[in-house]
């Protein structure tokens, strides 16, 4: 019996690019949308496109990756492949995918690429951008931690990112506004999964401009024109704000002891 493909999009007030998405992935063994207490159209364009909807309450949690493994307990089927609502999957991955889960040899887990997008440009600093989004079900754990990958039980296998034809295509294009809120929201995360590391003063010279060059030259950013320089330069604000709100919590702890 041909082996089949659960598609899971956790959701919350994802109405803007929700139908795309979908039409993407339409002819999927399942489309299981996994929403967290949406306000917006999201529920109901789920609903028009007849895809299983299961709930996951939003409480105070900020973070998806909770209803991301709630929702893989959910998925009716033996190979999951998690897209976000703002993410195209193309034919070409659809038939690639189905493809390798025919093969005695298929890996228990695939790295995909992702082209992302900055002021409307094809971003070359932040491809291949690999994510761990297709695997199998049975023994997979996604750990509650924000920017973290699922734990997949076996061999793992990385798309090369010559195959851009294969690549999902993220639709988000963030705003400098939308990234600096995201920064304030990510380093406040970061802060306690690196909670043991310790960095000295020079980590905030080298730091953000090492994250900078390697965005803009060694990824090839200078490719993108004024768009990559901008994006280039937040690359190393995040850094720099992650190591001052270290600085800044050390001192708030040193003053307490």
């Known amino acids: 019996m041909q082996a089949k493909i659960s598609v899971i999009i956790n959701t919350f007030n994802a109405a803007k690019h929700l139908r795309q998405v979908l039409e993407s992935v339409k002819e999927f063994d399942e489309v299981l949308v996994c929403d967290m207490e949406s306000n917006d159209e999201t529920v109901a364009i789920a609903r028009e496109f007849g895809c299983r909807i299961v709930n ?71 491809y291949p951008d690999h994510i761990l989004r297709f695997f199998k079900k049975e023994g997979t754990v996604w750990p509650p931690v924000i920017h973290v990958f699922p734990v997949v039980q076996g061999p793992l ?73 901008i994006k280039a330069c937040l690359e190393g604000y995040y850094q720099f704000i992650l190591l001052a709100k270290f600085a800044e919590k050390r001192e708030e702890t040193r003053k307490k002891l």
């Open 56 to 126: 996951f309450p939003r409480g105070n949690c900020s973070i998806v990756e909770p209803a991301r493994d709630f929702a893989i307990r959910q998925a009716s089927y033996d190979w999951i492949l998690v897209v976000d609502a703002d993410e195209i999957v193309t034919t070409d991955l659809k038939n690639y995918l189905y493809e390798k889960i025919k093969a005695p040899d298929c890996p228990a887990g695939i790295y995909i690429p992702r082209k992302n997008y900055f002021m409307g440009k094809f971003m070359h600093c932040h």
């Open 157 to 229: 296998y990385k798309i090369p990112k010559m195959r851009k034809e294969l690549a999902l295509i993220h639709l988000a294009n963030d705003s400098v506004s939308d990234i600096v809120r995201k920064t304030n929201q990510y380093t406040v995360y970061e802060l306690e999964k690196k909670k043991n590391k310790h960095y000295g003063v020079m980590a905030f010279l080298y730091r953000p401009f090492f994250r900078f060059f390697k965005a803009y030259i060694l990824k090839g950013g200078i490719r993108d024109g004024k768009a990559g320089f």
